[in-house]
């Protein structure tokens, strides 16, 4: 996730640069009609609400397939063949790792169009445990992908 999809669009021939804006905060991705047609978001709505921690972006490396966007960053997910998925958005994070984040990065909350504040930031329970109930199905998917 994030840094991680950054490094794996990059391997495979993307680029990762600087988003036109910060994103950081609790937003809607959008499934593109490719990333809903997926099996790892199979059960996922067309839009949901993650949360973002980042600055740069990656390109969708060639072969690689774009599954999804916010307003803010145009390419949110991309999946290469079946075995590699790359996701800027997080839906692995915990009210304490935002904790975390806020306490260490705060300096990266100046005010812009995709930046909360920290009070914003402060999820609430419903939250995190939507996004766990996300990351939970997508590694479902994952591990159904595997079996075959």
Request: charged share 20%.
């Amino acid at each position: 996730m994030c840094l991680g999809a950054q490094l794996a669009a990059d391997v495979l021939g993307g680029r990762v640069t600087r988003n036109p804006q910060k994103e950081i905060g609790w937003f809607p991705v959008s499934l593109t009609a490719e990333g809903a047609g997926t099996p790892w978001f199979r059960g996922f709505p067309g839009s949901f609400t993650a949360f973002h921690w980042h600055g740069d972006t990656f390109s969708i490396p060639p072969g690689g397939v774009r599954l999804a966007a916010s307003e803010a960053c145009g390419n949110q997910a991309f999946c290469y063949g079946d075995r590699v998925l790359g996701l800027q958005f997080h839906l692995d994070y915990s009210q304490q790792s935002i904790e975390q984040m806020i306490a260490h990065c705060a300096d990266e909350l100046l005010p812009g169009p995709a930046v909360q504040a920290a009070a914003e930031l402060r999820s609430t329970a419903a939250r995190v445990a939507e996004i766990r109930r996300l990351l939970e199905r997508l590694l479902d998917a994952m591990a159904a992908g595997l079996e075959k």
